[in-house]
Each structure stands twice: as C-alpha cells, then as structure tokens.
C-alpha cells in the first residue's frame, strides 16, 4: 500500500510561517493529486489546497495569497508553504494523495496521512 508521513507542524505566533511536507512511500507506480486539508476544532475537514501531477494549482479562498502548494514528483513529496498565519488557521492539517500501486492488477486509492497540528496563537 501507501504510506504518507507528514512533517512540519507546531506552535507559530499570527503572522509567521512553517512549511507542511509529506512523503509517500510503498509500492508505487504512479501520483495523481496531491493536497492538504485541515479540520480545525469543531468544524468539518476542508480542502486547504491541491497540486495535480501536471501542476495545477487549487487553493482554498482563504489561504490564497498567503499559503502555497507545491511538490517534488520525484520524491512522491507534497509542501505547503505557509505565511502571514492568523488564529482562525489552527487545525489538524492532512495530507491526502491519489495512488496507482504496483498490486495486480494495479489499483488506484486515495490515502490520508495521520495528521499534523498546527496552532497559530493570537
């Protein structure tokens, strides 16, 4: 299968930045989609951003200007560059990928990572 280990969490006053990563691993053969999501205390899990394989970009209106999405195809490695972070940003972010895995036949799945928290204090 696939396994997705994110990195890069923790504490950040409004205003700094951290950067997101997150690896896959496993029987590969091919990335599609890769992106993060967060669900912040309370609220439904929500698309933060999205970077297809062939470089497309989607942001969440609310990130836009101040996070960026980007990946190193190479690496089967997603980052989110995050900047200008405000309190309202403070969640559990998740990395989620799209995979074709050499099983046979080969198959297609979606994988989440286990989370990482990020906390933004005011």
């Known amino acids: 299968q696939v396994q997705l280990v994110e990195s890069g969490g923790g504490l950040v006053q409004a205003g700094g930045s951290l950067r997101l990563s997150c690896a896959a691993s496993g029987r590969i053969l091919r990335i599609t989609s890769m992106g993060w999501f967060r669900r912040a205390p309370g609220k439904q899990r929500e698309l933060v951003a999205t970077i297809t394989s062939g470089g497309v970009l989607n942001y969440a209106y609310s990130v836009k200007g101040r996070f960026t999405i980007s990946r190193d195809n190479a690496n089967n490695t997603v980052y989110l560059q995050m900047n200008s972070l405000k309190p309202e940003d403070t969640a559990v972010y998740y990395c989620?990928?799209?995979?074709?895995?050499?099983?046979?036949?080969?198959?297609?799945?979606?994988?989440w990572g286990q989370g990482t928290q990020v906390t933004v204090s005011s």
């Open positions: 989620n990928t799209g995979a074709v895995t050499a099983t046979m036949p080969p198959a297609y799945e979606n994988y």
